[in-house]
């Protein structure tokens, strides 16, 4: 039997179990076992890299968006309006059989958007190229899920179940369960908060099942044991998805109302090329980026190519900052000057482990340059995004 056999097996025997106190460890086990045959099928099948013909793309600019979306929905439409890149677009689905790569400009950085082929239920069974383009989307750092605003609402139920079936978490944040396995010691179990949704006998029929039997755990909240399996697992990606409503032209005014008032939804036609701005907006604000303008000592900030650092990927302290920069550059540091919102007064002297803010200016003093030369020029600097200036006006520089 293969392992999607395998898999509908224990999905059937879930189906067909009543939910009640008694059949609830049976449920948590049936679980795990499921959990560990998907991990089974995302490893790549023997003798290929992973990714696949026509969906290997280098990595480009300050951040990856994929676009994720059944046929037809108008991502290729989407991808040729956003970034000037042209990818075909057509009536009839799997227009777009590879992954097509474009540029979005924004807010000084750059950011890679990928088109993708359409994508249908039990791509997570390797349907359509739906591992291809899965892998792809792993890859990215925000996903767009585009939708068609005259369809079903159930598509984006059957995507996200879809995604999370090869680990992708949306919009969430991993448990706050601390998990650690051990050579000895059996299992030690621990929780903060109150427990609804698991307890003590159900963790370790999990653990159990995985065959670990040394092990420290501490349940931080009322988590659940899908939480749990995802803990031990320990591959579950977790990222920031929009939903796109593409089509609205063709729909009314009250079901355009209803689909933008939905959490982390906006509403788009790219036809009539509307509320594209807003979707730029809320998607560079998924993304986390963090830009720092440095300020080389004794002259201006230079505004126009800031250093673009990630909370999400390699972190935007003042150390990161450095590693950026030059990695032997921490070695050299005297101290750190800090202008902007991460800083408690206009300059800061920080030290490396200071985590920067968007927009924050940075000026390095390394130990064998001069201390406090050029220091202050700073403050007759009239150019630049206005929130400095603002803020130089409510703390004015006194160096
Ligand atoms: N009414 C309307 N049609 C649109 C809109 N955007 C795209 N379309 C149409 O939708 C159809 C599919 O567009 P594509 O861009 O090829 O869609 P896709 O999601 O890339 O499709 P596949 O590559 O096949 O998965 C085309 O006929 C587009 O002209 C829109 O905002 N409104
Ligand atoms: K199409
Ligand atoms: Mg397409």
């Known amino acids: 039997m293969g392992i999607i056999e395998k898999i509908k097996e224990i999905e059937a025997e879930m189906a067909r179990t009543q939910k009640n106190k008694a059949t609830e460890y049976h449920l948590g086990q049936l679980k795990a076992k499921i959990a560990k045959l998907r991990t089974q099928l995302l490893e790549p099948p023997k003798g290929t890299s992973g990714a696949g013909e026509g969906f290997e793309v280098t990595k480009y600019g300050h951040g990856r968006v994929a676009l994720i979306g059944f046929p037809s929905v108008g991502k290729s439409t989407l991808l040729t309006m956003l970034t000037g890149t042209h990818s075909e677009a057509a009536s009839y689905e799997f227009t777009t059989l590879t992954c097509i790569p474009g540029i979005i400009h924004y807010n000084g ?16 069974e390797g349907k359509g190229r739906g591992r291809q383009v899965i892998a792809v989307s792993k890859s990215s750092d925000v996903v767009l899920m585009v939708l068609d605003a005259s369809k079903s609402e159930g598509h984006r139920q059957i995507l996200t179940k879809e995604l999370e079936a090869v680990g992708l978490r949306l919009n969430k944040r ?20 109150p427990l609804t949704h698991v307890d003590e006998k159900l963790c370790y029929q999990i653990l159990h099942e995985y065959k670990i039997h040394n092990a420290e755990i501490l349940f931080r909240e009322d988590a659940t044991v899908d939480d749990f399996i995802d803990v031990i697992e320990g591959n579950r990606k977790y990222m920031k998805c929009l939903y796109v409503y593409n089509k609205i032209d063709v729909i009314g005014i009250d079901d355009v109302d209803n689909l933008a008032r939905q959490p982390n939804s906006i509403v788009i036609s790219c036809n009539l090329n509307l509320n594209l701005d807003r979707l730029l907006a809320k998607m560079w604000e998924a993304m986390g980026l963090v830009r720092i303008y440095t300020k080389p000592q004794g002259q201006q900030p230079d505004f126009t190519d800031p250093v673009v650092l990630s909370a999400d990927r390699g972190g935007c302290s003042v150390e990161d900052f450095c590693n950026h920069i030059h990695r032997s550059l921490v070695k050299e540091v005297k101290y750190v000057l800090v202008w902007g919102t991460s800083a408690r007064h206009n300059p800061q002297n920080c030290g490396l482990s200071q985590v920067l803010q968007d927009e924050d200016v940075v000026q390095i003093v390394k130990k064998k340059e001069r201390e406090g030369e050029g220091r202050g020029r700073f403050k007759s600097h009239t150019t630049g995004p206005a929130r400095i200036a603002d803020r130089e006006k409510k703390a004015p520089l006194k160096q």
């Open 174 to 193: 991993p448990p706050q369960i601390y998990f650690k396995k051990k050579k000895t010691g059996g299992i030690s179990f621990n929780s903060t908060a």
């Open 109 to 124: 950085t750059k950011i890679q958007l990928l088109d993708l082929p359409g994508i249908i239920e039990g791509a997570s």
